[in-house]
């Protein structure tokens, strides 16, 4: 496997990316979320591109604008469409036997990467999008907290701590009467994003981890159609516990594969 770093234009910008090479005709972006860099969380992107270029597919990332070793300004997800239409190019001019790309973001790289319709992509995946409004961003979802409530139900050690007093009887009464009258509805950017990601004509593949509270409101926030959506049972937002990692990269090899 051979890695190259390089540099390429946006706007009035210079953007820095990596290229993982691979033989194979369809190959994968990956859009970073946040103001995450191009190498991810302990590197975890780069070691997913290197696994990934390993069995053959070329797998490109990128720093979008003011972040990592990118230059301009970091105008946030929503604003981001200058970055990712620029990466495409630069992928398509760096491993021209590529005829199919697949994209993949997490958290508020997927989000907009449906909210650009899918570029130019032939099939997406989308992990954990972030489907929150502004205003609503710092609240507790209310499928999150049935969850967290139901998990330490099914705990000996917090049922242990609820026998003896330890936890407020009274506290956890109340989260879970608010969370039952809480009615569901989805929120403007979920909305959008969804009349945008109905435009695109490709694939669409939404990854969803059990334990991530932005993936539990996704289902609340978003109005789901037919998009194929996929459980990952006990992962966290990132799947960085090794087996969530590993079934993290099936999901996508199996993208690539069927493209290819």
């Given amino acids: 496997m051979s890695r190259r770093h390089l540099t390429f234009p946006c706007l ?12 194979s005709i369809s190959g994968l972006l990956i859009v970073s979320g946040g103001n995450e860099t191009r190498n991810g969380a302990f590197a975890g992107q780069s070691r997913l591109a290197a696994r990934i270029a ?10 979008r604008r ?3 070793d990118s230059s301009g300004k970091n105008a946030g997800f929503r604003k981001s469409s200058p970055e990712i239409r620029a990466a495409f190019a630069q992928f398509r001019k760096e491993c021209p036997h590529v005829k199919r790309i697949v994209a993949f973001g997490n958290c508020d790289a997927a989000a907009a990467l449906m909210l650009g319709q899918g570029y ?28 967290r409530y139901l998990e330490k139900l099914r705990n000996p050690r917090d ?9 407020s009887l009274r506290g956890v009464a109340g989260s879970l009467r608010r969370a039952a009258k809480w009615q569901a509805t989805t929120t403007a950017l979920g909305e959008d994003m969804a009349e945008n990601l109905s435009r695109f004509r490709g694939e669409t593949c939404i990854l969803l981890a059990s334990r991530d509270r932005t993936a539990l409101a996704f289902n609340t926030n978003y109005p789901v159609g037919d998009e194929l959506v996929i459980p990952c049972e006990g992962a966290d937002h990132a799947f960085s516990a090794p087996e969530h990692n590993a079934w993290l990269e099936e999901q996508i090899v199996s993208v ?5």
Avoid: C
């Avoid at 009035?12 to 033989?23: F, R």
């Avoid at 049922?159 to 936890?167: P, S």
């Avoid at 690539?256 to 290819?260: G, P």
């Fill in 120 to 147: 130019s992509a032939k099939a997406l995946i989308l992990a954990n999008p972030w489907t929150f409004d502004d205003e609503q961003s710092q609240e507790t979802p209310p499928d999150a907290i049935r969850a």
């Fill in 54 to 63: 390993e069995r053959g597919y070329p797998v490109f990332r990128f720093d």
């Fill in 12 to 23: 009035k910008d210079t953007l820095v990316g990596t290229l993982d090479e691979g033989e």
């Fill in 66 to 68: 003011g972040v990592g």
């Fill in 159 to 167: 049922l242990a701590r609820l026998m003896t007093g330890k936890v």
């Fill in 256 to 260: 690539l594969e069927a493209q290819a």
